[in-house]
């Protein structure tokens, strides 16, 4: 008996460890399934608002590539380079926005974002007037760098109805990042869905009702994006937001310096990323058959543009969770968020992937009715495929930047990557050894993107995010003091 006693017991203490890990992984998954919760609380209308509003410009450049291969290479430049440039940097200024209203409100120091968000706007709207001559000069600046004179002429036109947009993007970003890190996510999503609905109805009213051509049918772009102002900014000073918007204040006046540094930074990061892309384009006006490759090159940006809405939304989620958890003082709650966040990420590249691989030869008959133009973008596919797989991290890694406040930091990373070593490399695999359009993507890609990704690996994994934690904490009681001297 007393043998059996002992088995017993033996046995029992044998069970002890196996409880405990079987515990551990049930907590771990509970963990894991708690975090995935507050992530797609953001990450899921984010997905929707940024495919809404991006489809806005995909519609737009339908409907101009059944116009005509001249139309469609216009409205592609415009598009993809005029607004493009000035679209990232405006919107990388906004993500300031990001860090200190996302660390704030983790902080529960609500009272701060509403000035916050009326400094982005004026700062914003200063530097929206100093962008201007890219709208009036489009049409010389894309002769100098290679553009045909029939393309860059009609985008020069083009440019001209697009000023508005220019405006809007002023205040719809930071508008939008105001209200993402307090996690209203769903009114920015509601609001970019009637807004498409509306661009919808009116690009068949301007373009088959009026017949007004190429220039109306850009011009549509305009009545969406205020349509979305409008709703969002109705939504916020109407008693939307009682804990952070308590109406206009002279105060948004005040510290414009210390704000517009920490703007500029963030948008310097943001836009070395995005122009990258966008002087790809410019370069490949500079090939043989230009309309050829660039309506096939910007077919293939534009499938990318619209599945990179997923992992920009990543960006979204992950910066506002690891500011809010930053701001709350839970360092390892933020490289948490920041794991489960890259994985999520990264699952749905390879899934998009995939599809592109597998649907390689029908991809292109969406935006052109060319056999030429399909066929180039069939040849590209591959390349198109690889990047969507890269892009489903580095955008994600870059959502950790600006949630940590880490933006000037990593400013110089990108243009190292991108501009000393990405572009050469991209100019090379082209023009030196003949690969065309599809030795400058890959040359770009290789060199650039990838090498820029896993730089940001290294830095995130190396963090002391306790650290991390530490400093959110003294630059939010640093603003907050900024503000009570104010």
Not at 9 to 17: D, S
Not at 25 to 48: D, S
Not at 247 to 261: D, P, R, V
Request: hydrophobic residues 50%.
């Amino acid at each position: 008996m007393g043998e059996t006693g002992d088995e017993a017991q033996g046995v029992e203490q044998a069970r002890i460890p196996l409880l405990r890990d079987k515990n551990a992984a049930e907590e771990k998954e509970g963990e894991i399934w708690v975090e995935t919760k507050k992530l797609w609380r953001i990450v899921g209308p984010a997905i929707f608002t940024r495919i809404s509003t991006y489809l806005v410009f995909v519609i737009t450049q339908a409907f101009a590539g059944h116009l005509g291969e001249l139309e469609l290479a216009a409205i592609s430049i415009v598009n993809n380079v005029t607004i493009g440039f000035n679209f990232s940097l405006l919107l990388g200024m906004a993500s300031a926005l990001e860090t200190l209203c996302g660390q704030a409100f983790g902080a529960k120091n609500y009272d701060m974002l509403g000035v916050y968000l009326q400094r982005s706007w004026i700062v914003s709207f200063l530097f929206s007037i100093l962008l201007l001559p890219m709208y009036f000069f489009a049409s010389p600046i894309l002769k100098f760098f290679g553009q045909p004179d029939d393309i860059a002429e009609l985008s020069g036109t083009i440019a001209i109805w697009v000023i508005p947009i220019h405006f809007a993007f002023a205040f719809i970003f930071p508008l939008n990042r105001f209200l993402q890190s307090q996690l209203k996510n769903k009114v920015i999503a509601i609001s970019s869905g009637v807004a498409l609905v509306v661009h919808i109805f009116v690009c068949f009213l301007f373009v088959y009702g009026f017949k007004l051509g190429v220039i109306g049918t850009m011009a549509t772009v305009n009545v969406a994006w205020w349509l979305n102002i409008f709703i969002m900014f109705t939504y916020t000073t109407c008693g939307g937001c009682p804990l952070t918007w308590t109406g206009f204040s002279m105060e948004a006046f005040t510290g414009l310096w210390e704000f517009a540094k920490l703007s500029v930074s963030s948008g310097i990061m943001i836009c070395l990323e995005s122009w990258y892309y966008k002087i790809l384009i410019v370069m490949t006006g500079n090939l043989k058959d230009t309309k050829i490759a660039v309506d096939s090159l910007s077919i293939c940006m534009s499938i990318n543009g619209l599945e990179m809405m997923i992992p920009l939304a990543f960006f979204a989620g992950t910066g506002v969770r690891v500011a809010n958890e930053l701001g709350a003082g839970n360092g390892n709650r933020a490289r948490f968020a920041m794991t489960i966040s890259v994985t999520q990420s990264l699952i749905i590249g390879i899934i998009f992937s995939v599809l592109v691989l597998f649907l390689h030869d029908q991809i292109g008959w969406i935006f052109s009715s060319s056999e030429t133009v399909i066929k180039a973008v069939n040849n590209l596919s591959i390349l198109l495929a690889f990047t969507i797989l890269l892009n489903s991290v580095q955008p994600v890694l870059s959502g950790v930047v600006v949630g940590s406040g880490w933006q000037s930091f990593v400013a110089y990373i990108n243009l190292g990557c991108y501009y000393v070593i990405g572009l050469p490399l991209g100019f090379v695999m082209g023009w030196i050894f003949k690969s065309g359009v599809k030795g400058i993507w890959a040359g770009m890609i290789f060199g650039g993107t990838a090498i820029q990704t896993l730089i940001l690996i290294f830095i995130v994994t190396r963090c002391d995010w306790e650290e991390e934690a530490q400093k959110a904490s003294v630059r939010v009681k640093k603003w907050s003091a900024s503000e009570t001297r104010n």
